[in-house]
């Protein structure tokens, strides 16, 4: 403790009808890195936000380097030494890169453009991001977005560094590079808290995990001293053998159920033509690198971009699916990859959210019932287990694997014959992730068809009785029984299956 940088103690913080933390202690020692981890919902969150000053705790203290501090804001915050790295950008697109790395600065004076761009192109240089300082943002791709919001954090010389989530827009490269500037941080003595539900990415780089659940401290650890199993175990509460035996294959009765969707030749404005077939209570997926056109397949199914060609069969029947709509009234739900733009509408509350389709399919003019939708709401909130204060709380103030929930919600009370689940699970803690697992096999024994796509293939295998290996935007495999496993799936997407 005699490198203690910064100590919270007794954290609590309330909201209606909703103990967020509870007596919770959090410490970060200078040059370490040090993992926080729970499940959404667990109170990572709210413990970061105390610590920026984007809310104010009800009780405890907080000292940074043994000066207890009050924190009032994120600027007061960024006055000592605390920066921080959110998931979602939190950058100006419309300016350029270096404006968006000093802007802010000066007591909010416009930046000196010739001095701040020299400097930002040597903070992109030193970092190895690919961009200039004079580009516009938003002509930068997700992932270097995300890197400048790091450079800007990085860049303001911060005693305490946080990185909500930073690689969920990274590839393997950009990931690399990312920790090996944690690294170099931390060999500056920067102490490093770093929030991500990559667990593989927490054993790579972090000294110690603090490990939260429902609001309350479960313990500090060393990182060799925490088994994964055991970490995974200590965030939901329970033992995880079920894990590996959460499918029980019968891929030879599926084959023999009747074909409940199939595609000839279908396209769109962004799929190549494939061919497709779903059997009536099968888990099937696509799989890929990013790129390889998995969402832009089954967008095309959909309905989601415009289709261009190919012919469709439902239980037997042509069918002509140019629109969502169309999809919709043929029995198949989707869940979009990207939650935020596609799925939630984050002002309209839980329960206004999980009506949307059921309305839509009913049509505008047959609006239903507010007793009716508070009943809905209120079964699959139970159902489903979504942790919200109460029915008519704004879905975007739910933790990311509830309104998860709250998408599934809204397919689930349409009742599909046919469900498409894109990246269901991404930005999800392991509890939820288990339970949507559970929950698709359950859905499939009683008899809906569900397509489902991961970037984790594991999470494929465990769920899935038959994958389709796409490439470049075609397929160039599919998988099934004793083929079911990572590696054919590797073989497959490099080009050496048979």
């Known amino acids: 403790m005699e490198n203690c940088l910064l100590k919270m103690r007794h954290i609590e913080k309330r909201f209606p009808g909703v103990l967020a933390l509870n007596n919770v202690d959090f410490t970060l020692r200078k040059g370490e890195i040090h993992a926080l981890m729970g499940e959404n919902g667990a109170g990572k ?32 915050a960024q006055n000592k030494g605390i920066s921080t790295v959110y998931q979602e950008i939190t950058l100006c697109p419309n300016l350029t890169v270096a404006e968006n790395m ?53 860049d303001q010389n911060c005693k305490v560094l946080i990185l909500d989530e930073p690689t969920s827009s990274l590839d393997d490269k950009e990931v690399k590079m990312l920790f090996d500037l944690m690294r170099d941080l931390k060999s500056k003595g920067v102490g490093i808290i770093f929030v991500t539900h990559f667990l593989e990415q927490v054993y790579e780089v972090s000294d110690r995990i603090t490990v939260l659940r429902n609001g309350e401290l479960v313990g500090e650890y060393l990182v060799e001293d925490l088994p994964q199993v055991e970490l995974v175990s200590k965030m939901i509460g329970k033992e995880l053998d079920e894990l590996s035996t959460l499918k029980e294959s019968d891929e030879e009765d599926i084959s023999k159920k009747e074909v409940l969707y199939e595609a000839k030749s279908l396209s769109s404005s962004e799929a190549e033509p494939f061919d497709f077939t779903i059997h009536k209570g099968e888990v099937n997926g696509f799989t890929g690198l990013l790129g390889s056109g998995r969402s832009e397949s089954v967008r095309a199914i959909f309905g989601a971009d415009k289709v261009t060609g190919g012919n469709v069969t439902i239980k037997g029947k042509n069918a ?23 799925g939630i509408i984050a002002e309209l509350s839980v329960r206004e959210n999980i009506m949307l389709a059921l309305q839509v399919m009913n049509g505008f003019f047959k609006p239903i019932s507010r007793s009716e939708s508070e009943a809905f709401a209120d079964e699959y909130i139970k159902v ?40 269901p699970t991404r930005g999800i ?37 038959r994958l389709i290996v796409m490439r470049d935007r075609h397929i160039v495999g599919e998988l099934t029984g004793k083929d079911l496993n990572q590696a054919q799936v590797m073989k497959t997407i490099a080009g050496g299956e048979a």
């Open 320 to 342: 002509k699916i140019t629109r969502p709509i169309d999809a919709m009234k043929h029995g198949i739900g989707y869940l979009s990859e990207d939650r935020k733009r596609d």
């Open 429 to 465: 803690d392991v509890g939820t992730k288990l339970e949507i697992q559970k929950l698709v096999l359950k859905l499939a024994e009683e008899g809906v068809s569900v397509t489902f796509i991961s970037s984790e293939v594991e999470e494929m295998l465990r769920t899935c009785s």
């Open 384 to 423: 489903l287990n979504i942790k919200t204060a109460s029915r008519e709380t704004p879905v975007g103030s739910l933790s990311g694997g509830n309104q998860q929930k709250v998408i599934l919600a809204r397919w689930l009370l349409t009742h599909p014959d046919y469900l498409i689940l894109d990246e």
């Open 102 to 154: 000093f802007i802010g600065r000066e007591g909010g004076n416009w930046v000196r453009h010739t001095e701040d761009e020299k400097r930002a192109d040597e903070i992109l240089k030193l970092l190895g991001i690919p961009a200039r300082s004079t580009q516009q943002l938003g002509s930068c791709s997700l992932a270097v977005q995300q890197m400048v919001a790091i450079a800007r954090a990085v």
């Open 45 to 76: 969150s709210t413990l970061i936000k105390i610590l920026t000053g984007v809310y104010q705790m009800d009780a405890g203290e907080i000292t940074v380097e043994d000066t207890a501090v009050s924190i009032r804001s994120p600027q007061d």
